[in-house]
C-alpha cells in the first residue's frame, strides 16, 4: 500500500523540531523539572500552537518567496535594522554552539576515559566535515534519525514511579511564581523552545529541499501550491510535536526523579541521574548517547542558521549544495562558528549553566526577530494568496507578548 504523499516527505519539519531538542535544550528542561517540579509543564503545552504557528510561517515564508527569511524580511524593515537582529541572532547562536559542544564534550567524558578537550576536537573535526564536505541529502537522511535517542525520557515515565494525576493538573493548570530564577526558567524555557535558530533554519531547509530536488535555483520566486502547503503543515506539525513531546518528558522525568530527591543539577552527572532509575548504572551511558545525539543533530543547524543569516544579510552565495570554493564565507561562517564552540569548551566552560544560559538569551533574541517575521507574513506584495491568516496572527502575537512579558519579568524580578 503507498503511504500518503506528506508521510514521504518528512524532512524539514522533523530535522527542525528534533533538532530543538538539542543539549541546551535537554539541560534547560532538566533544570526546570530538577529545581521546579512539575511546574513547568504546562509551558510545554502552551508552546505546541506557538511552535507549529512560528515555524509554519518561516516554511510558508520561504517555500512562497524563494528566498531565505532574512533576505524576505528586507521587504519590511531598514538593511541596517535587520542586520543588527542577525548579528544577535548568530551571537546567541555562537553561545548556543559552544554550550552544545561542551555539553556533547562533557557527556562523553562522563562514560569514556578520554577527556572533554579531546571530545570537542573530535565532534567539531567531525561536524565541520560532514556540514562542509557532505551533499544536504546525506546531511537530511543522517541526522534526521539521530532524534530517536531521546526516547529514553519517553520509557523512563513508566518505570521511575510519575504521580501521574499531579503531573496532569501540573499541564493544564498553570503554576506562576515571580521570583528571579522562576522567571528566567521560563525565558529560558521559551528560548530553548522558540529559538531564533529554528527561525531562520526552517525557511532555508525548506529552500534547500527543493534546490536538491532540482526543481528551483536558490533565490528563484517559487510561489506554491495547496498540496505543496498541505505537505509543509504536516511536517512542520509532525515536528513541533515531537519536539514539545519529548521537552514534556524530560521535565516530567527530572522532576519525578530529581526534583522528589532534592538533586541540584550542578553538573552534568547530575543531570544524567535522572535516567537511572529506568538503566541503572547505565544511565550515563543512556544520558550521554542522547545529548550527543542531540548535539550532532542541532550543531549544524545553529552554525548553518548563522551561514543563512549572513548570507542573505550580506548576498552571499549561500547553500549547502554549494562547493566550498564558491561559497567561502558562507562555509566560513559554518567553520568559525563550530570552532569557537571548540574553543569554548577548551577554556573549560561550564557546561550545565552554559546550556542553560544560552537558552535565556535566546528568548530574549527571539522577541524582535518574531515581530519582523509577522511582518513579512503579512506582506501581499510578498506572500500574495498565502499571507497571513488570523489563526496565525493571533498565536504569533501571543508568543510574542508572552516572551516579552516574561523577559520585563526576569529584569523586574529579585531572588
Not at 253 to 266: C, K, P, Y
Not at 359 to 378: E, M
Amino acid at each position: 500500500m503507498k503511504l500518503p504523499s506528506w508521510t514521504q516527505k518528512v524532512g524539514p519539519g522533523i530535522i527542525t523540531g528534533a533538532s530543538d531538542d538539542d543539549p541546551s535544550g535537554i539541560a534547560t528542561y532538566s533544570i526546570a523539572g530538577a529545581s521546579l517540579g512539575y511546574g513547568l509543564l504546562w509551558v510545554a503545552l502552551i508552546t505546541i500552537p506557538m511552535m507549529i504557528a512560528v515555524q509554519e510561517m518561516c516554511a510558508r515564508i520561504g517555500i512562497v518567496s524563494g528566498s531565505g527569511l532574512i533576505a524576505s524580511m528586507r521587504r519590511v524593515m531598514p538593511v541596517w535594522l535587520l542586520r543588527v537582529l542577525v548579528a544577535l541572532v548568530v551571537g546567541a547562536n555562537t553561545l548556543n554552539v559552544a554550550a552544545d559542544v561542551a555539553g556533547m564534550s562533557s557527556s562523553a567524558a562522563l562514560v569514556t576515559p578520554v577527556p572533554s578537550g579531546a571530545w570537542a576536537v573530535a565532534f567539531g573535526a567531525l561536524l565541520i566535515g560532514v556540514q562542509v564536505f557532505a551533499s544536504y541529502r546525506v546531511f537530511a537522511n543522517v541526522v534526521k534519525w539521530l532524534c530517536v535517542t531521546l526516547f529514553a525520557y519517553v520509557i523512563s515515565a513508566f518505570v521511575v514511579g510519575v504521580n501521574w494525576i499531579d503531573a496532569l493538573k501540573h499541564t493544564f493548570l498553570p503554576e506562576i511564581q515571580f521570583n528571579k530564577f522562576w522567571m528566567a526558567t521560563f525565558v529560558g524555557f521559551l528560548g530553548t523552545t522558540i529559538t531564533p535558530y529554528l527561525f531562520v533554519w526552517q525557511a532555508a531547509l525548506e529552500i534547500e529541499e527543493e534546490v536538491s530536488a532540482g526543481q528551483i535555483t536558490v533565490g528563484e520566486r517559487k510561489g506554491s501550491t495547496k498540496a505543496a502547503m498541505t505537505e509543509m503543515r504536516a511536517d512542520v506539525v509532525t515536528g513541533m510535536v515531537y519536539s514539545n513531546v519529548i521537552s514534556w518528558f524530560i521535565v516530567l522525568i527530572s522532576a519525578t526523579t530529581l526534583f522528589r530527591h532534592h538533586v541540584t543539577i550542578n553538573t552534568v552527572a547530575d543531570a544524567a541521574r535522572a535516567l537511572r532509575p529506568l538503566a541503572g548504572p547505565w544511565a550515563e551511558l543512556i544520558f550521554a548517547l542522547g545529548v550527543v545525539g542531540a548535539g550532532l543533530l542541532a550543531v549544524p543547524v545553529l552554525a548553518g542558521s548563522s551561514a543563512f543569516a549572513l548570507a542573505e544579510a550580506f548576498d552571499w552565495n549561500g547553500t549547502l549544495d554549494a562547493k566550498p570554493p564558491s561559497a567561502i564565507p558562507f562555509y566560513s561562517v559554518i567553520v568559525a562558528g563550530i570552532g569557537l564552540g571548540v574553543v569554548a569548551d577548551l577554556m573549560r566552560l561550564d557546561a550545565v549553566w552554559a546550556l542553560y544560559w544560552s537558552a535565556v538569551v535566546n528568548g530574549f533574541v527571539a522577541i524582535p526577530l518574531l515581530i519582523g517575521i509577522v511582518l513579512t507574513g503579512n506582506r501581499a506584495d510578498l506572500m500574495g494568496r498565502w499571507c497571513n491568516g488570523r489563526r496565525s496572527q493571533i498565536w504569533l502575537w501571543i508568543t510574542i507578548a508572552l516572551m516579552t512579558v516574561a523577559a520585563i519579568g526576569v529584569v523586574l524580578t529579585s531572588g
